[in-house]
């Protein structure tokens, strides 16, 4: 079982707002940043979020991430069909002395 | 072009070894921190390991400390991962990949393809 926690799947329509939240502690996600990854199927993962809310150049600003004491989100604005994918959330661990990555959510676009 | 490139995986028994490179091109591979991240069939992402780019910050995940060494080459430009005492659960695909900075710990922006290993007797 992840030590950060995110919803096994998600879903939506095309033009539709989906957010993936990712639930930590205070030894992760409530003092370091938040980073989330894009998986595509058979690829390997995408950095989409780095320093919890920076987009890397060539992500699209439909992308954005949030975090507020030991919990974080991952907003995708404007669904379009490419963005069906898995999505993970990770954090530095304090007390682990480790990176901690969440379960992953998949997404969904119907 | 900056690619990393992953070599070394297989078929290995239970307690057997096992040592995994990556090959970085198109970068100044001592300036980076590099890290290895694993993936079970059809499960999660898991951090595994880093290094710094001088090779004198190392870090484990405990489900590999004690059996998994991390190393460098900074004048082959090559990252490697020793594996010994492998376990079935040691079954994944292994991602090298490239730290943004030393102090992002989680920021990696450039991936290899990855390499396949299967722990089994």
């Known amino acids: 079982q992840s030590v950060v926690t995110q919803p096994p799947s998600a879903s939506g329509t095309p033009g539709q707002r989906v957010t993936i939240s990712c639930s930590g502690s205070n030894s992760n996600i409530g003092s370091n940043y938040v980073y989330w990854y894009q998986q595509l199927p058979g690829t390997a993962p995408k950095l989409l979020i780095y320093?919890?809310?920076q987009r890397p150049s060539g992500v699209p600003d439909r992308f954005s991430g949030s975090k507020s004491g030991t919990s974080a989100s991952l907003a995708i604005s404007g669904l379009r069909s490419e963005d069906e994918a898995d999505y993970y959330c990770a954090a530095w661990d304090d007390s682990l002395s480790g990176l901690v990555f969440g379960g992953g959510t998949k997404v969904t676009v119907l | 072009q900056v690619q990393l490139v992953e070599s070394g995986g297989g078929l290995v028994k239970p307690g057997g070894s096992l040592r995994l490179s990556c090959a970085a091109s198109g970068f100044t591979f001592s300036d980076y921190y590099m890290t290895w991240i694993r993936q079970a069939p059809g499960k999660g992402l898991e951090w595994v390991s880093y290094i710094s780019g001088g090779g004198t910050t190392i870090y484990y995940a405990d489900s590999v400390k004690g059996r998994f060494t991390i190393s460098r080459d900074n004048a082959k430009s090559s990252l490697y991962l020793q594996m010994n005492s492998l376990r079935a659960e040691d079954t994944a695909v292994y991602y090298c990949?490239?730290?943004?900075?030393?102090?992002?710990?989680?920021?990696?922006?450039?991936w290899g393809r990855g390499t396949m290993v299967t722990v089994s007797s």
């Open positions: 990949a490239r730290q943004v900075s030393g102090y992002d710990s989680g920021a990696f922006d450039i």
């Open positions: 320093r919890s809310t």
